[in-house]
């Protein structure tokens, strides 16, 4: 099984600060199947990037994924007060999925 | 687009088991796979499985492996997940997902609260 780390584990930020959050995979994810959603306490998670770096539909550009093998990361490029959320990586390059921790990221 | 809707709240003793309904709207539903994930209070999102509607076939977490079941009503364009000899560890948000090209999961039910407590 792929474990995923990620780091830090909170990030306190104010809005229109950036954003920089790590997603590192114990082997290295296949094809870059790896996503990362955003949750909010009480509604469903959202996703926000597929195969690493590519956006869902609808997702805003500020946005972004980068990265490939073991190491991921995800940019907010300006925060908005509505990206205060917990988010997860998730690899499925392997026949059995995995989410990392999360990441929080609240106001400073 | 694909909406899902899950069913009600449950409560369970230890040792039973629970079986949580995701009815998909659509007209494409035997073309989709769809996933369960759970969150437990406090926790972060966990895996545990994928069932393809056009052919059954199912990817179970070895976590859940011999507990867990996942099926699907075509009839309905329902998708079920029966989890067994339940214990209070699986306390938890239980979400239905589409499963989205390889993998990802872009749209997601509302999540049902399942509580195991005696």
């Known amino acids: 099984e792929i474990v995923l780390t990620q780091s830090p584990g909170t990030l306190s930020l104010s809005p229109g600060e950036r954003a920089t959050l790590s997603c590192r995979a114990s082997?290295?994810?296949?094809?870059?199947?790896l996503a990362w959603y955003q949750h909010k306490p009480g509604q469903a998670p959202r996703l926000l990037i597929y195969g690493a770096s590519s956006r869902a539909t609808g997702i805003p550009d500020r946005f972004s994924g980068s990265g490939s093998g073991t190491d991921f990361t995800l940019t907010i490029s300006r925060l908005e007060p509505e990206d205060f959320a917990v988010y997860y990586c998730?690899?499925?390059?392997?026949?059995?999925?995995?989410f990392g921790p999360g990441t929080k990221v609240d106001i400073k | 687009q694909v909406q899902m809707v899950q069913s009600g709240a449950e409560v369970k003793k230890p040792g039973a088991s629970v079986k949580v309904s995701c009815k998909a709207s659509?007209?494409?539903?035997?073309?989709?796979?769809f996933a369960w994930v759970r969150q437990a209070p406090g926790q972060g999102l966990e895996y545990m499985g994928w069932?393809?509607?056009?052919?059954?076939?199912?990817?179970?977490a070895q976590k859940f492996q011999g507990r867990v079941t996942m099926t699907t009503d075509k009839s309905t364009n329902t998708v079920y997940m029966e989890l067994r000899s339940l214990i209070s560890d699986d306390t938890a948000i239980y979400y239905c997902a589409k499963k989205f090209g390889s993998g990802a999961f872009d749209i997601w039910g509302r999540g049902t609260l399942v509580t195991v407590s005696s």
């Open positions: 998730q690899q499925y390059g392997s026949s059995q999925f995995t």
């Open positions: 082997q290295i994810v296949s094809s870059s199947f």
């Open positions: 659509g007209h494409t539903f035997t073309s989709y796979d």
């Open positions: 069932i393809s509607v056009y052919n059954g076939n199912t990817n179970y």
